[in-house]
């Protein structure tokens, strides 16, 4: 039998803090919650977030999301305690931005060149 993925596991150092991140800066339903363990809805694949205490996201996977607006959701995001890796980049396909959650995670940011 071939196994089955389950889900993305992220180790967090504030449960709350990051399901607040993860919801309210991309708008991912919260599926499960309390204070060690939380799991959000992203498209059909779930993020979970363990709390471990000194996490750092550092070797982490990173995590990729298309959104309308690169610099709308930087703003977002920055609010809510991410950092910016660098410049907004504007390759041949679109905007690209990479940032750091508050716990250390990668997260890159797409917006797509319109289709005509």
């Known amino acids: 039998m071939a196994a089955t993925f389950k889900h993305i596991m992220l180790m967090v150092n504030d449960v709350e ?4 991140f993860y919801s309210e800066g991309f708008g991912l339903d919260v599926k499960k919650n309390s204070s060690a363990w939380a799991e959000l809805d992203a498209g ?13 996201g ?15 959701r930087v703003n977002q995001l920055e ?25 250390g995670h990668l997260v890159s940011l797409l917006e797509p060149n319109q289709q005509n």
């Open 44 to 56: 059909g694949t779930t993020i979970a977030l363990h709390s471990a205490e000194g996490a750092n």
């Open 79 to 103: 609010s809510l305690g991410a950092t910016l890796e660098g410049p907004i980049r504007e390759p041949s396909f679109g905007k690209v931005a990479a940032m750091r959650t508050p716990d």
């Open 58 to 72: 550092g070797s982490s996977p990173i995590l990729s999301f298309q959104v309308d607006n690169v610099e709308q």
């Open 17 to 20: 803090s990051a399901v607040k």
